[in-house]
């Protein structure tokens, strides 16, 4: 099995950063995709940015390039790094791996951008 664990949510006032971090352990293949979600109280679970083992890259466009999904091969580490937030980007940001077409998904971090 996989496993999945996203840190480096918290608080941050509007106009913050923060960058976000999930880690794998297990058996990860040459290929795969992983990708970034987030989840507001009350709504649906949206996607925010993938990136393949190839190195391709695909955003939201609501995100308005805010948002940078990079990956450290060394450290089976995947990154979010979310500039400019605002509250609406208040929400639990989960990291989700697809590989030999089945999913895994980690706990999620809390983002709570507030004054």
């Known amino acids: 099995q996989v496993q999945l664990v996203e840190s480096g949510g918290g608080l941050v006032q509007p106009g913050g950063s923060l960058r976000l971090s999930c880690a794998a352990s297990?058996?990860?293949?040459?290929?795969?995709?992983v990708g970034w979600y987030r989840q507001a109280p009350g709504k649906q679970r949206e996607l925010v940015a993938v990136i393949s083992s190839g190195g391709s890259t695909i955003y939201a466009d609501s995100l308005k390039g805010r948002f940078t999904i990079s990956r450290d091969n060394a450290k089976n580490t995947v990154y979010l790094q979310m500039n400019s937030l605002q509250a609406e980007d208040t929400a639990v940001y989960y990291c989700n791996l697809k590989q030999l077409n089945k999913d895994y998904w980690g706990q999620g971090t809390q983002v709570t951008v507030s004054s």
């Open positions: 297990g058996s990860i293949f040459r290929i795969y995709v």
